[in-house]
């Protein structure tokens, strides 16, 4: 039986623009030993070529096959929903490509549904007209609910606050089909090719690596190199099936594998 992983990115493989040590030889160890892997990032902003570049800068050589974003999940499920469907769509790069390689038309009237990702570029009278756009009837998709991470001097709003603004103007919630959605969670498992007990998911965040892997009854484990810590685990209903200071103290063969 093969084994593979799902990895998140920030907090696990870079923290901002710095690479967290060791990262970069746990990757290169997981593609000398041929274990499947897909790092799956709630980003719908960057391509997947823009996330290896980004990757590469930090001397980490991967390829775009082992890429899957929440981008990428929204097309699928648009196009599974809806083929050769429509949509007015709030984002930039990496969501507007993988929305047109998917066969979604982008429209400015009457689409079938209005996408909200990562951005700066949208203004507040955009916003606007996807509000008009969703009470007469379109269908609100958002890429993941991902929230500010409250510092000074943040270029980002985080996508979670323009979704509630939208929502609240709208009175409809918005279906999110990022991280910990299973609509993400599954089809990053389809794309590696792997079945439910042969997948694992490493993250840093509990609210969503640690919580869509086990909701989806994947085996999960949690690096405290970004975003959680031990004193607030004891918090969520669900734990971790393995806890690790960071990556470089991860080590294969799992023993979940072994069994």
Do not use: C
């Not at 899957?68 to 949509?87: E, V």
């Not at 047109?100 to 429209?107: A, C, E, N, R």
């Not at 009175?171 to 498992?189: E, I, L, Y």
Request: aromatic share 8%; glycine share 10%; hydrophobic share 40%.
């Amino acid at each position: 039986m093969k084994q593979g992983l799902l990895i998140d990115m920030d907090g696990v493989i870079y923290s901002g623009e710095a690479l967290i040590t060791g990262a970069d030889k746990f990757i290169k160890n997981l593609i000398d030993e041929e274990i499947p892997f897909a790092f799956m990032t709630n980003n719908s902003q960057r391509t997947p070529l823009e996330v290896v570049r980004k990757l590469k800068g930090l001397g980490i050589k991967v390829e775009e096959s082992h890429v899957y974003t929440s981008a990428m999940a929204t097309a699928k499920f648009l196009s599974d929903q809806s083929p050769k469907g429509t949509a007015y769509v709030l984002g930039e790069g990496g969501l507007l490509s993988s929305l047109h390689d998917h066969g979604i038309t982008l429209v400015n009237t009457d689409p079938e549904f209005v996408v909200l990702g990562e951005g700066r570029n949208f203004t507040l009278e955009m916003v606007q007209r996807a509000v008009d756009m969703i009470l007469a009837g379109a269908k609100f998709i958002t890429t993941n609910r991902d929230p500010s991470p409250k510092k000074p001097g943040w270029n980002n709003l985080g996508i979670a606050a323009t979704t509630a603004m939208i929502e609240e103007a709208t009175g409809r919630k918005a279906f999110v089909t990022g991280k910990p959605s299973p609509v993400m969670m599954r089809s990053a498992r389809k794309f590696l090719g792997l079945e439910t007990s042969e997948t694992t998911v490493i993250g840093d965040t509990m609210e969503t690596d640690i919580q869509g892997g086990v909701q989806m009854g994947y085996k999960t484990i949690l690096v405290l190199s970004g975003i959680s810590s031990k004193d607030t685990l004891g918090h969520y209903a669900f734990k971790p099936d393995m806890i690790a200071s960071s990556v470089d103290e991860i080590k294969f063969p799992l023993t979940w594998w072994e069994a």
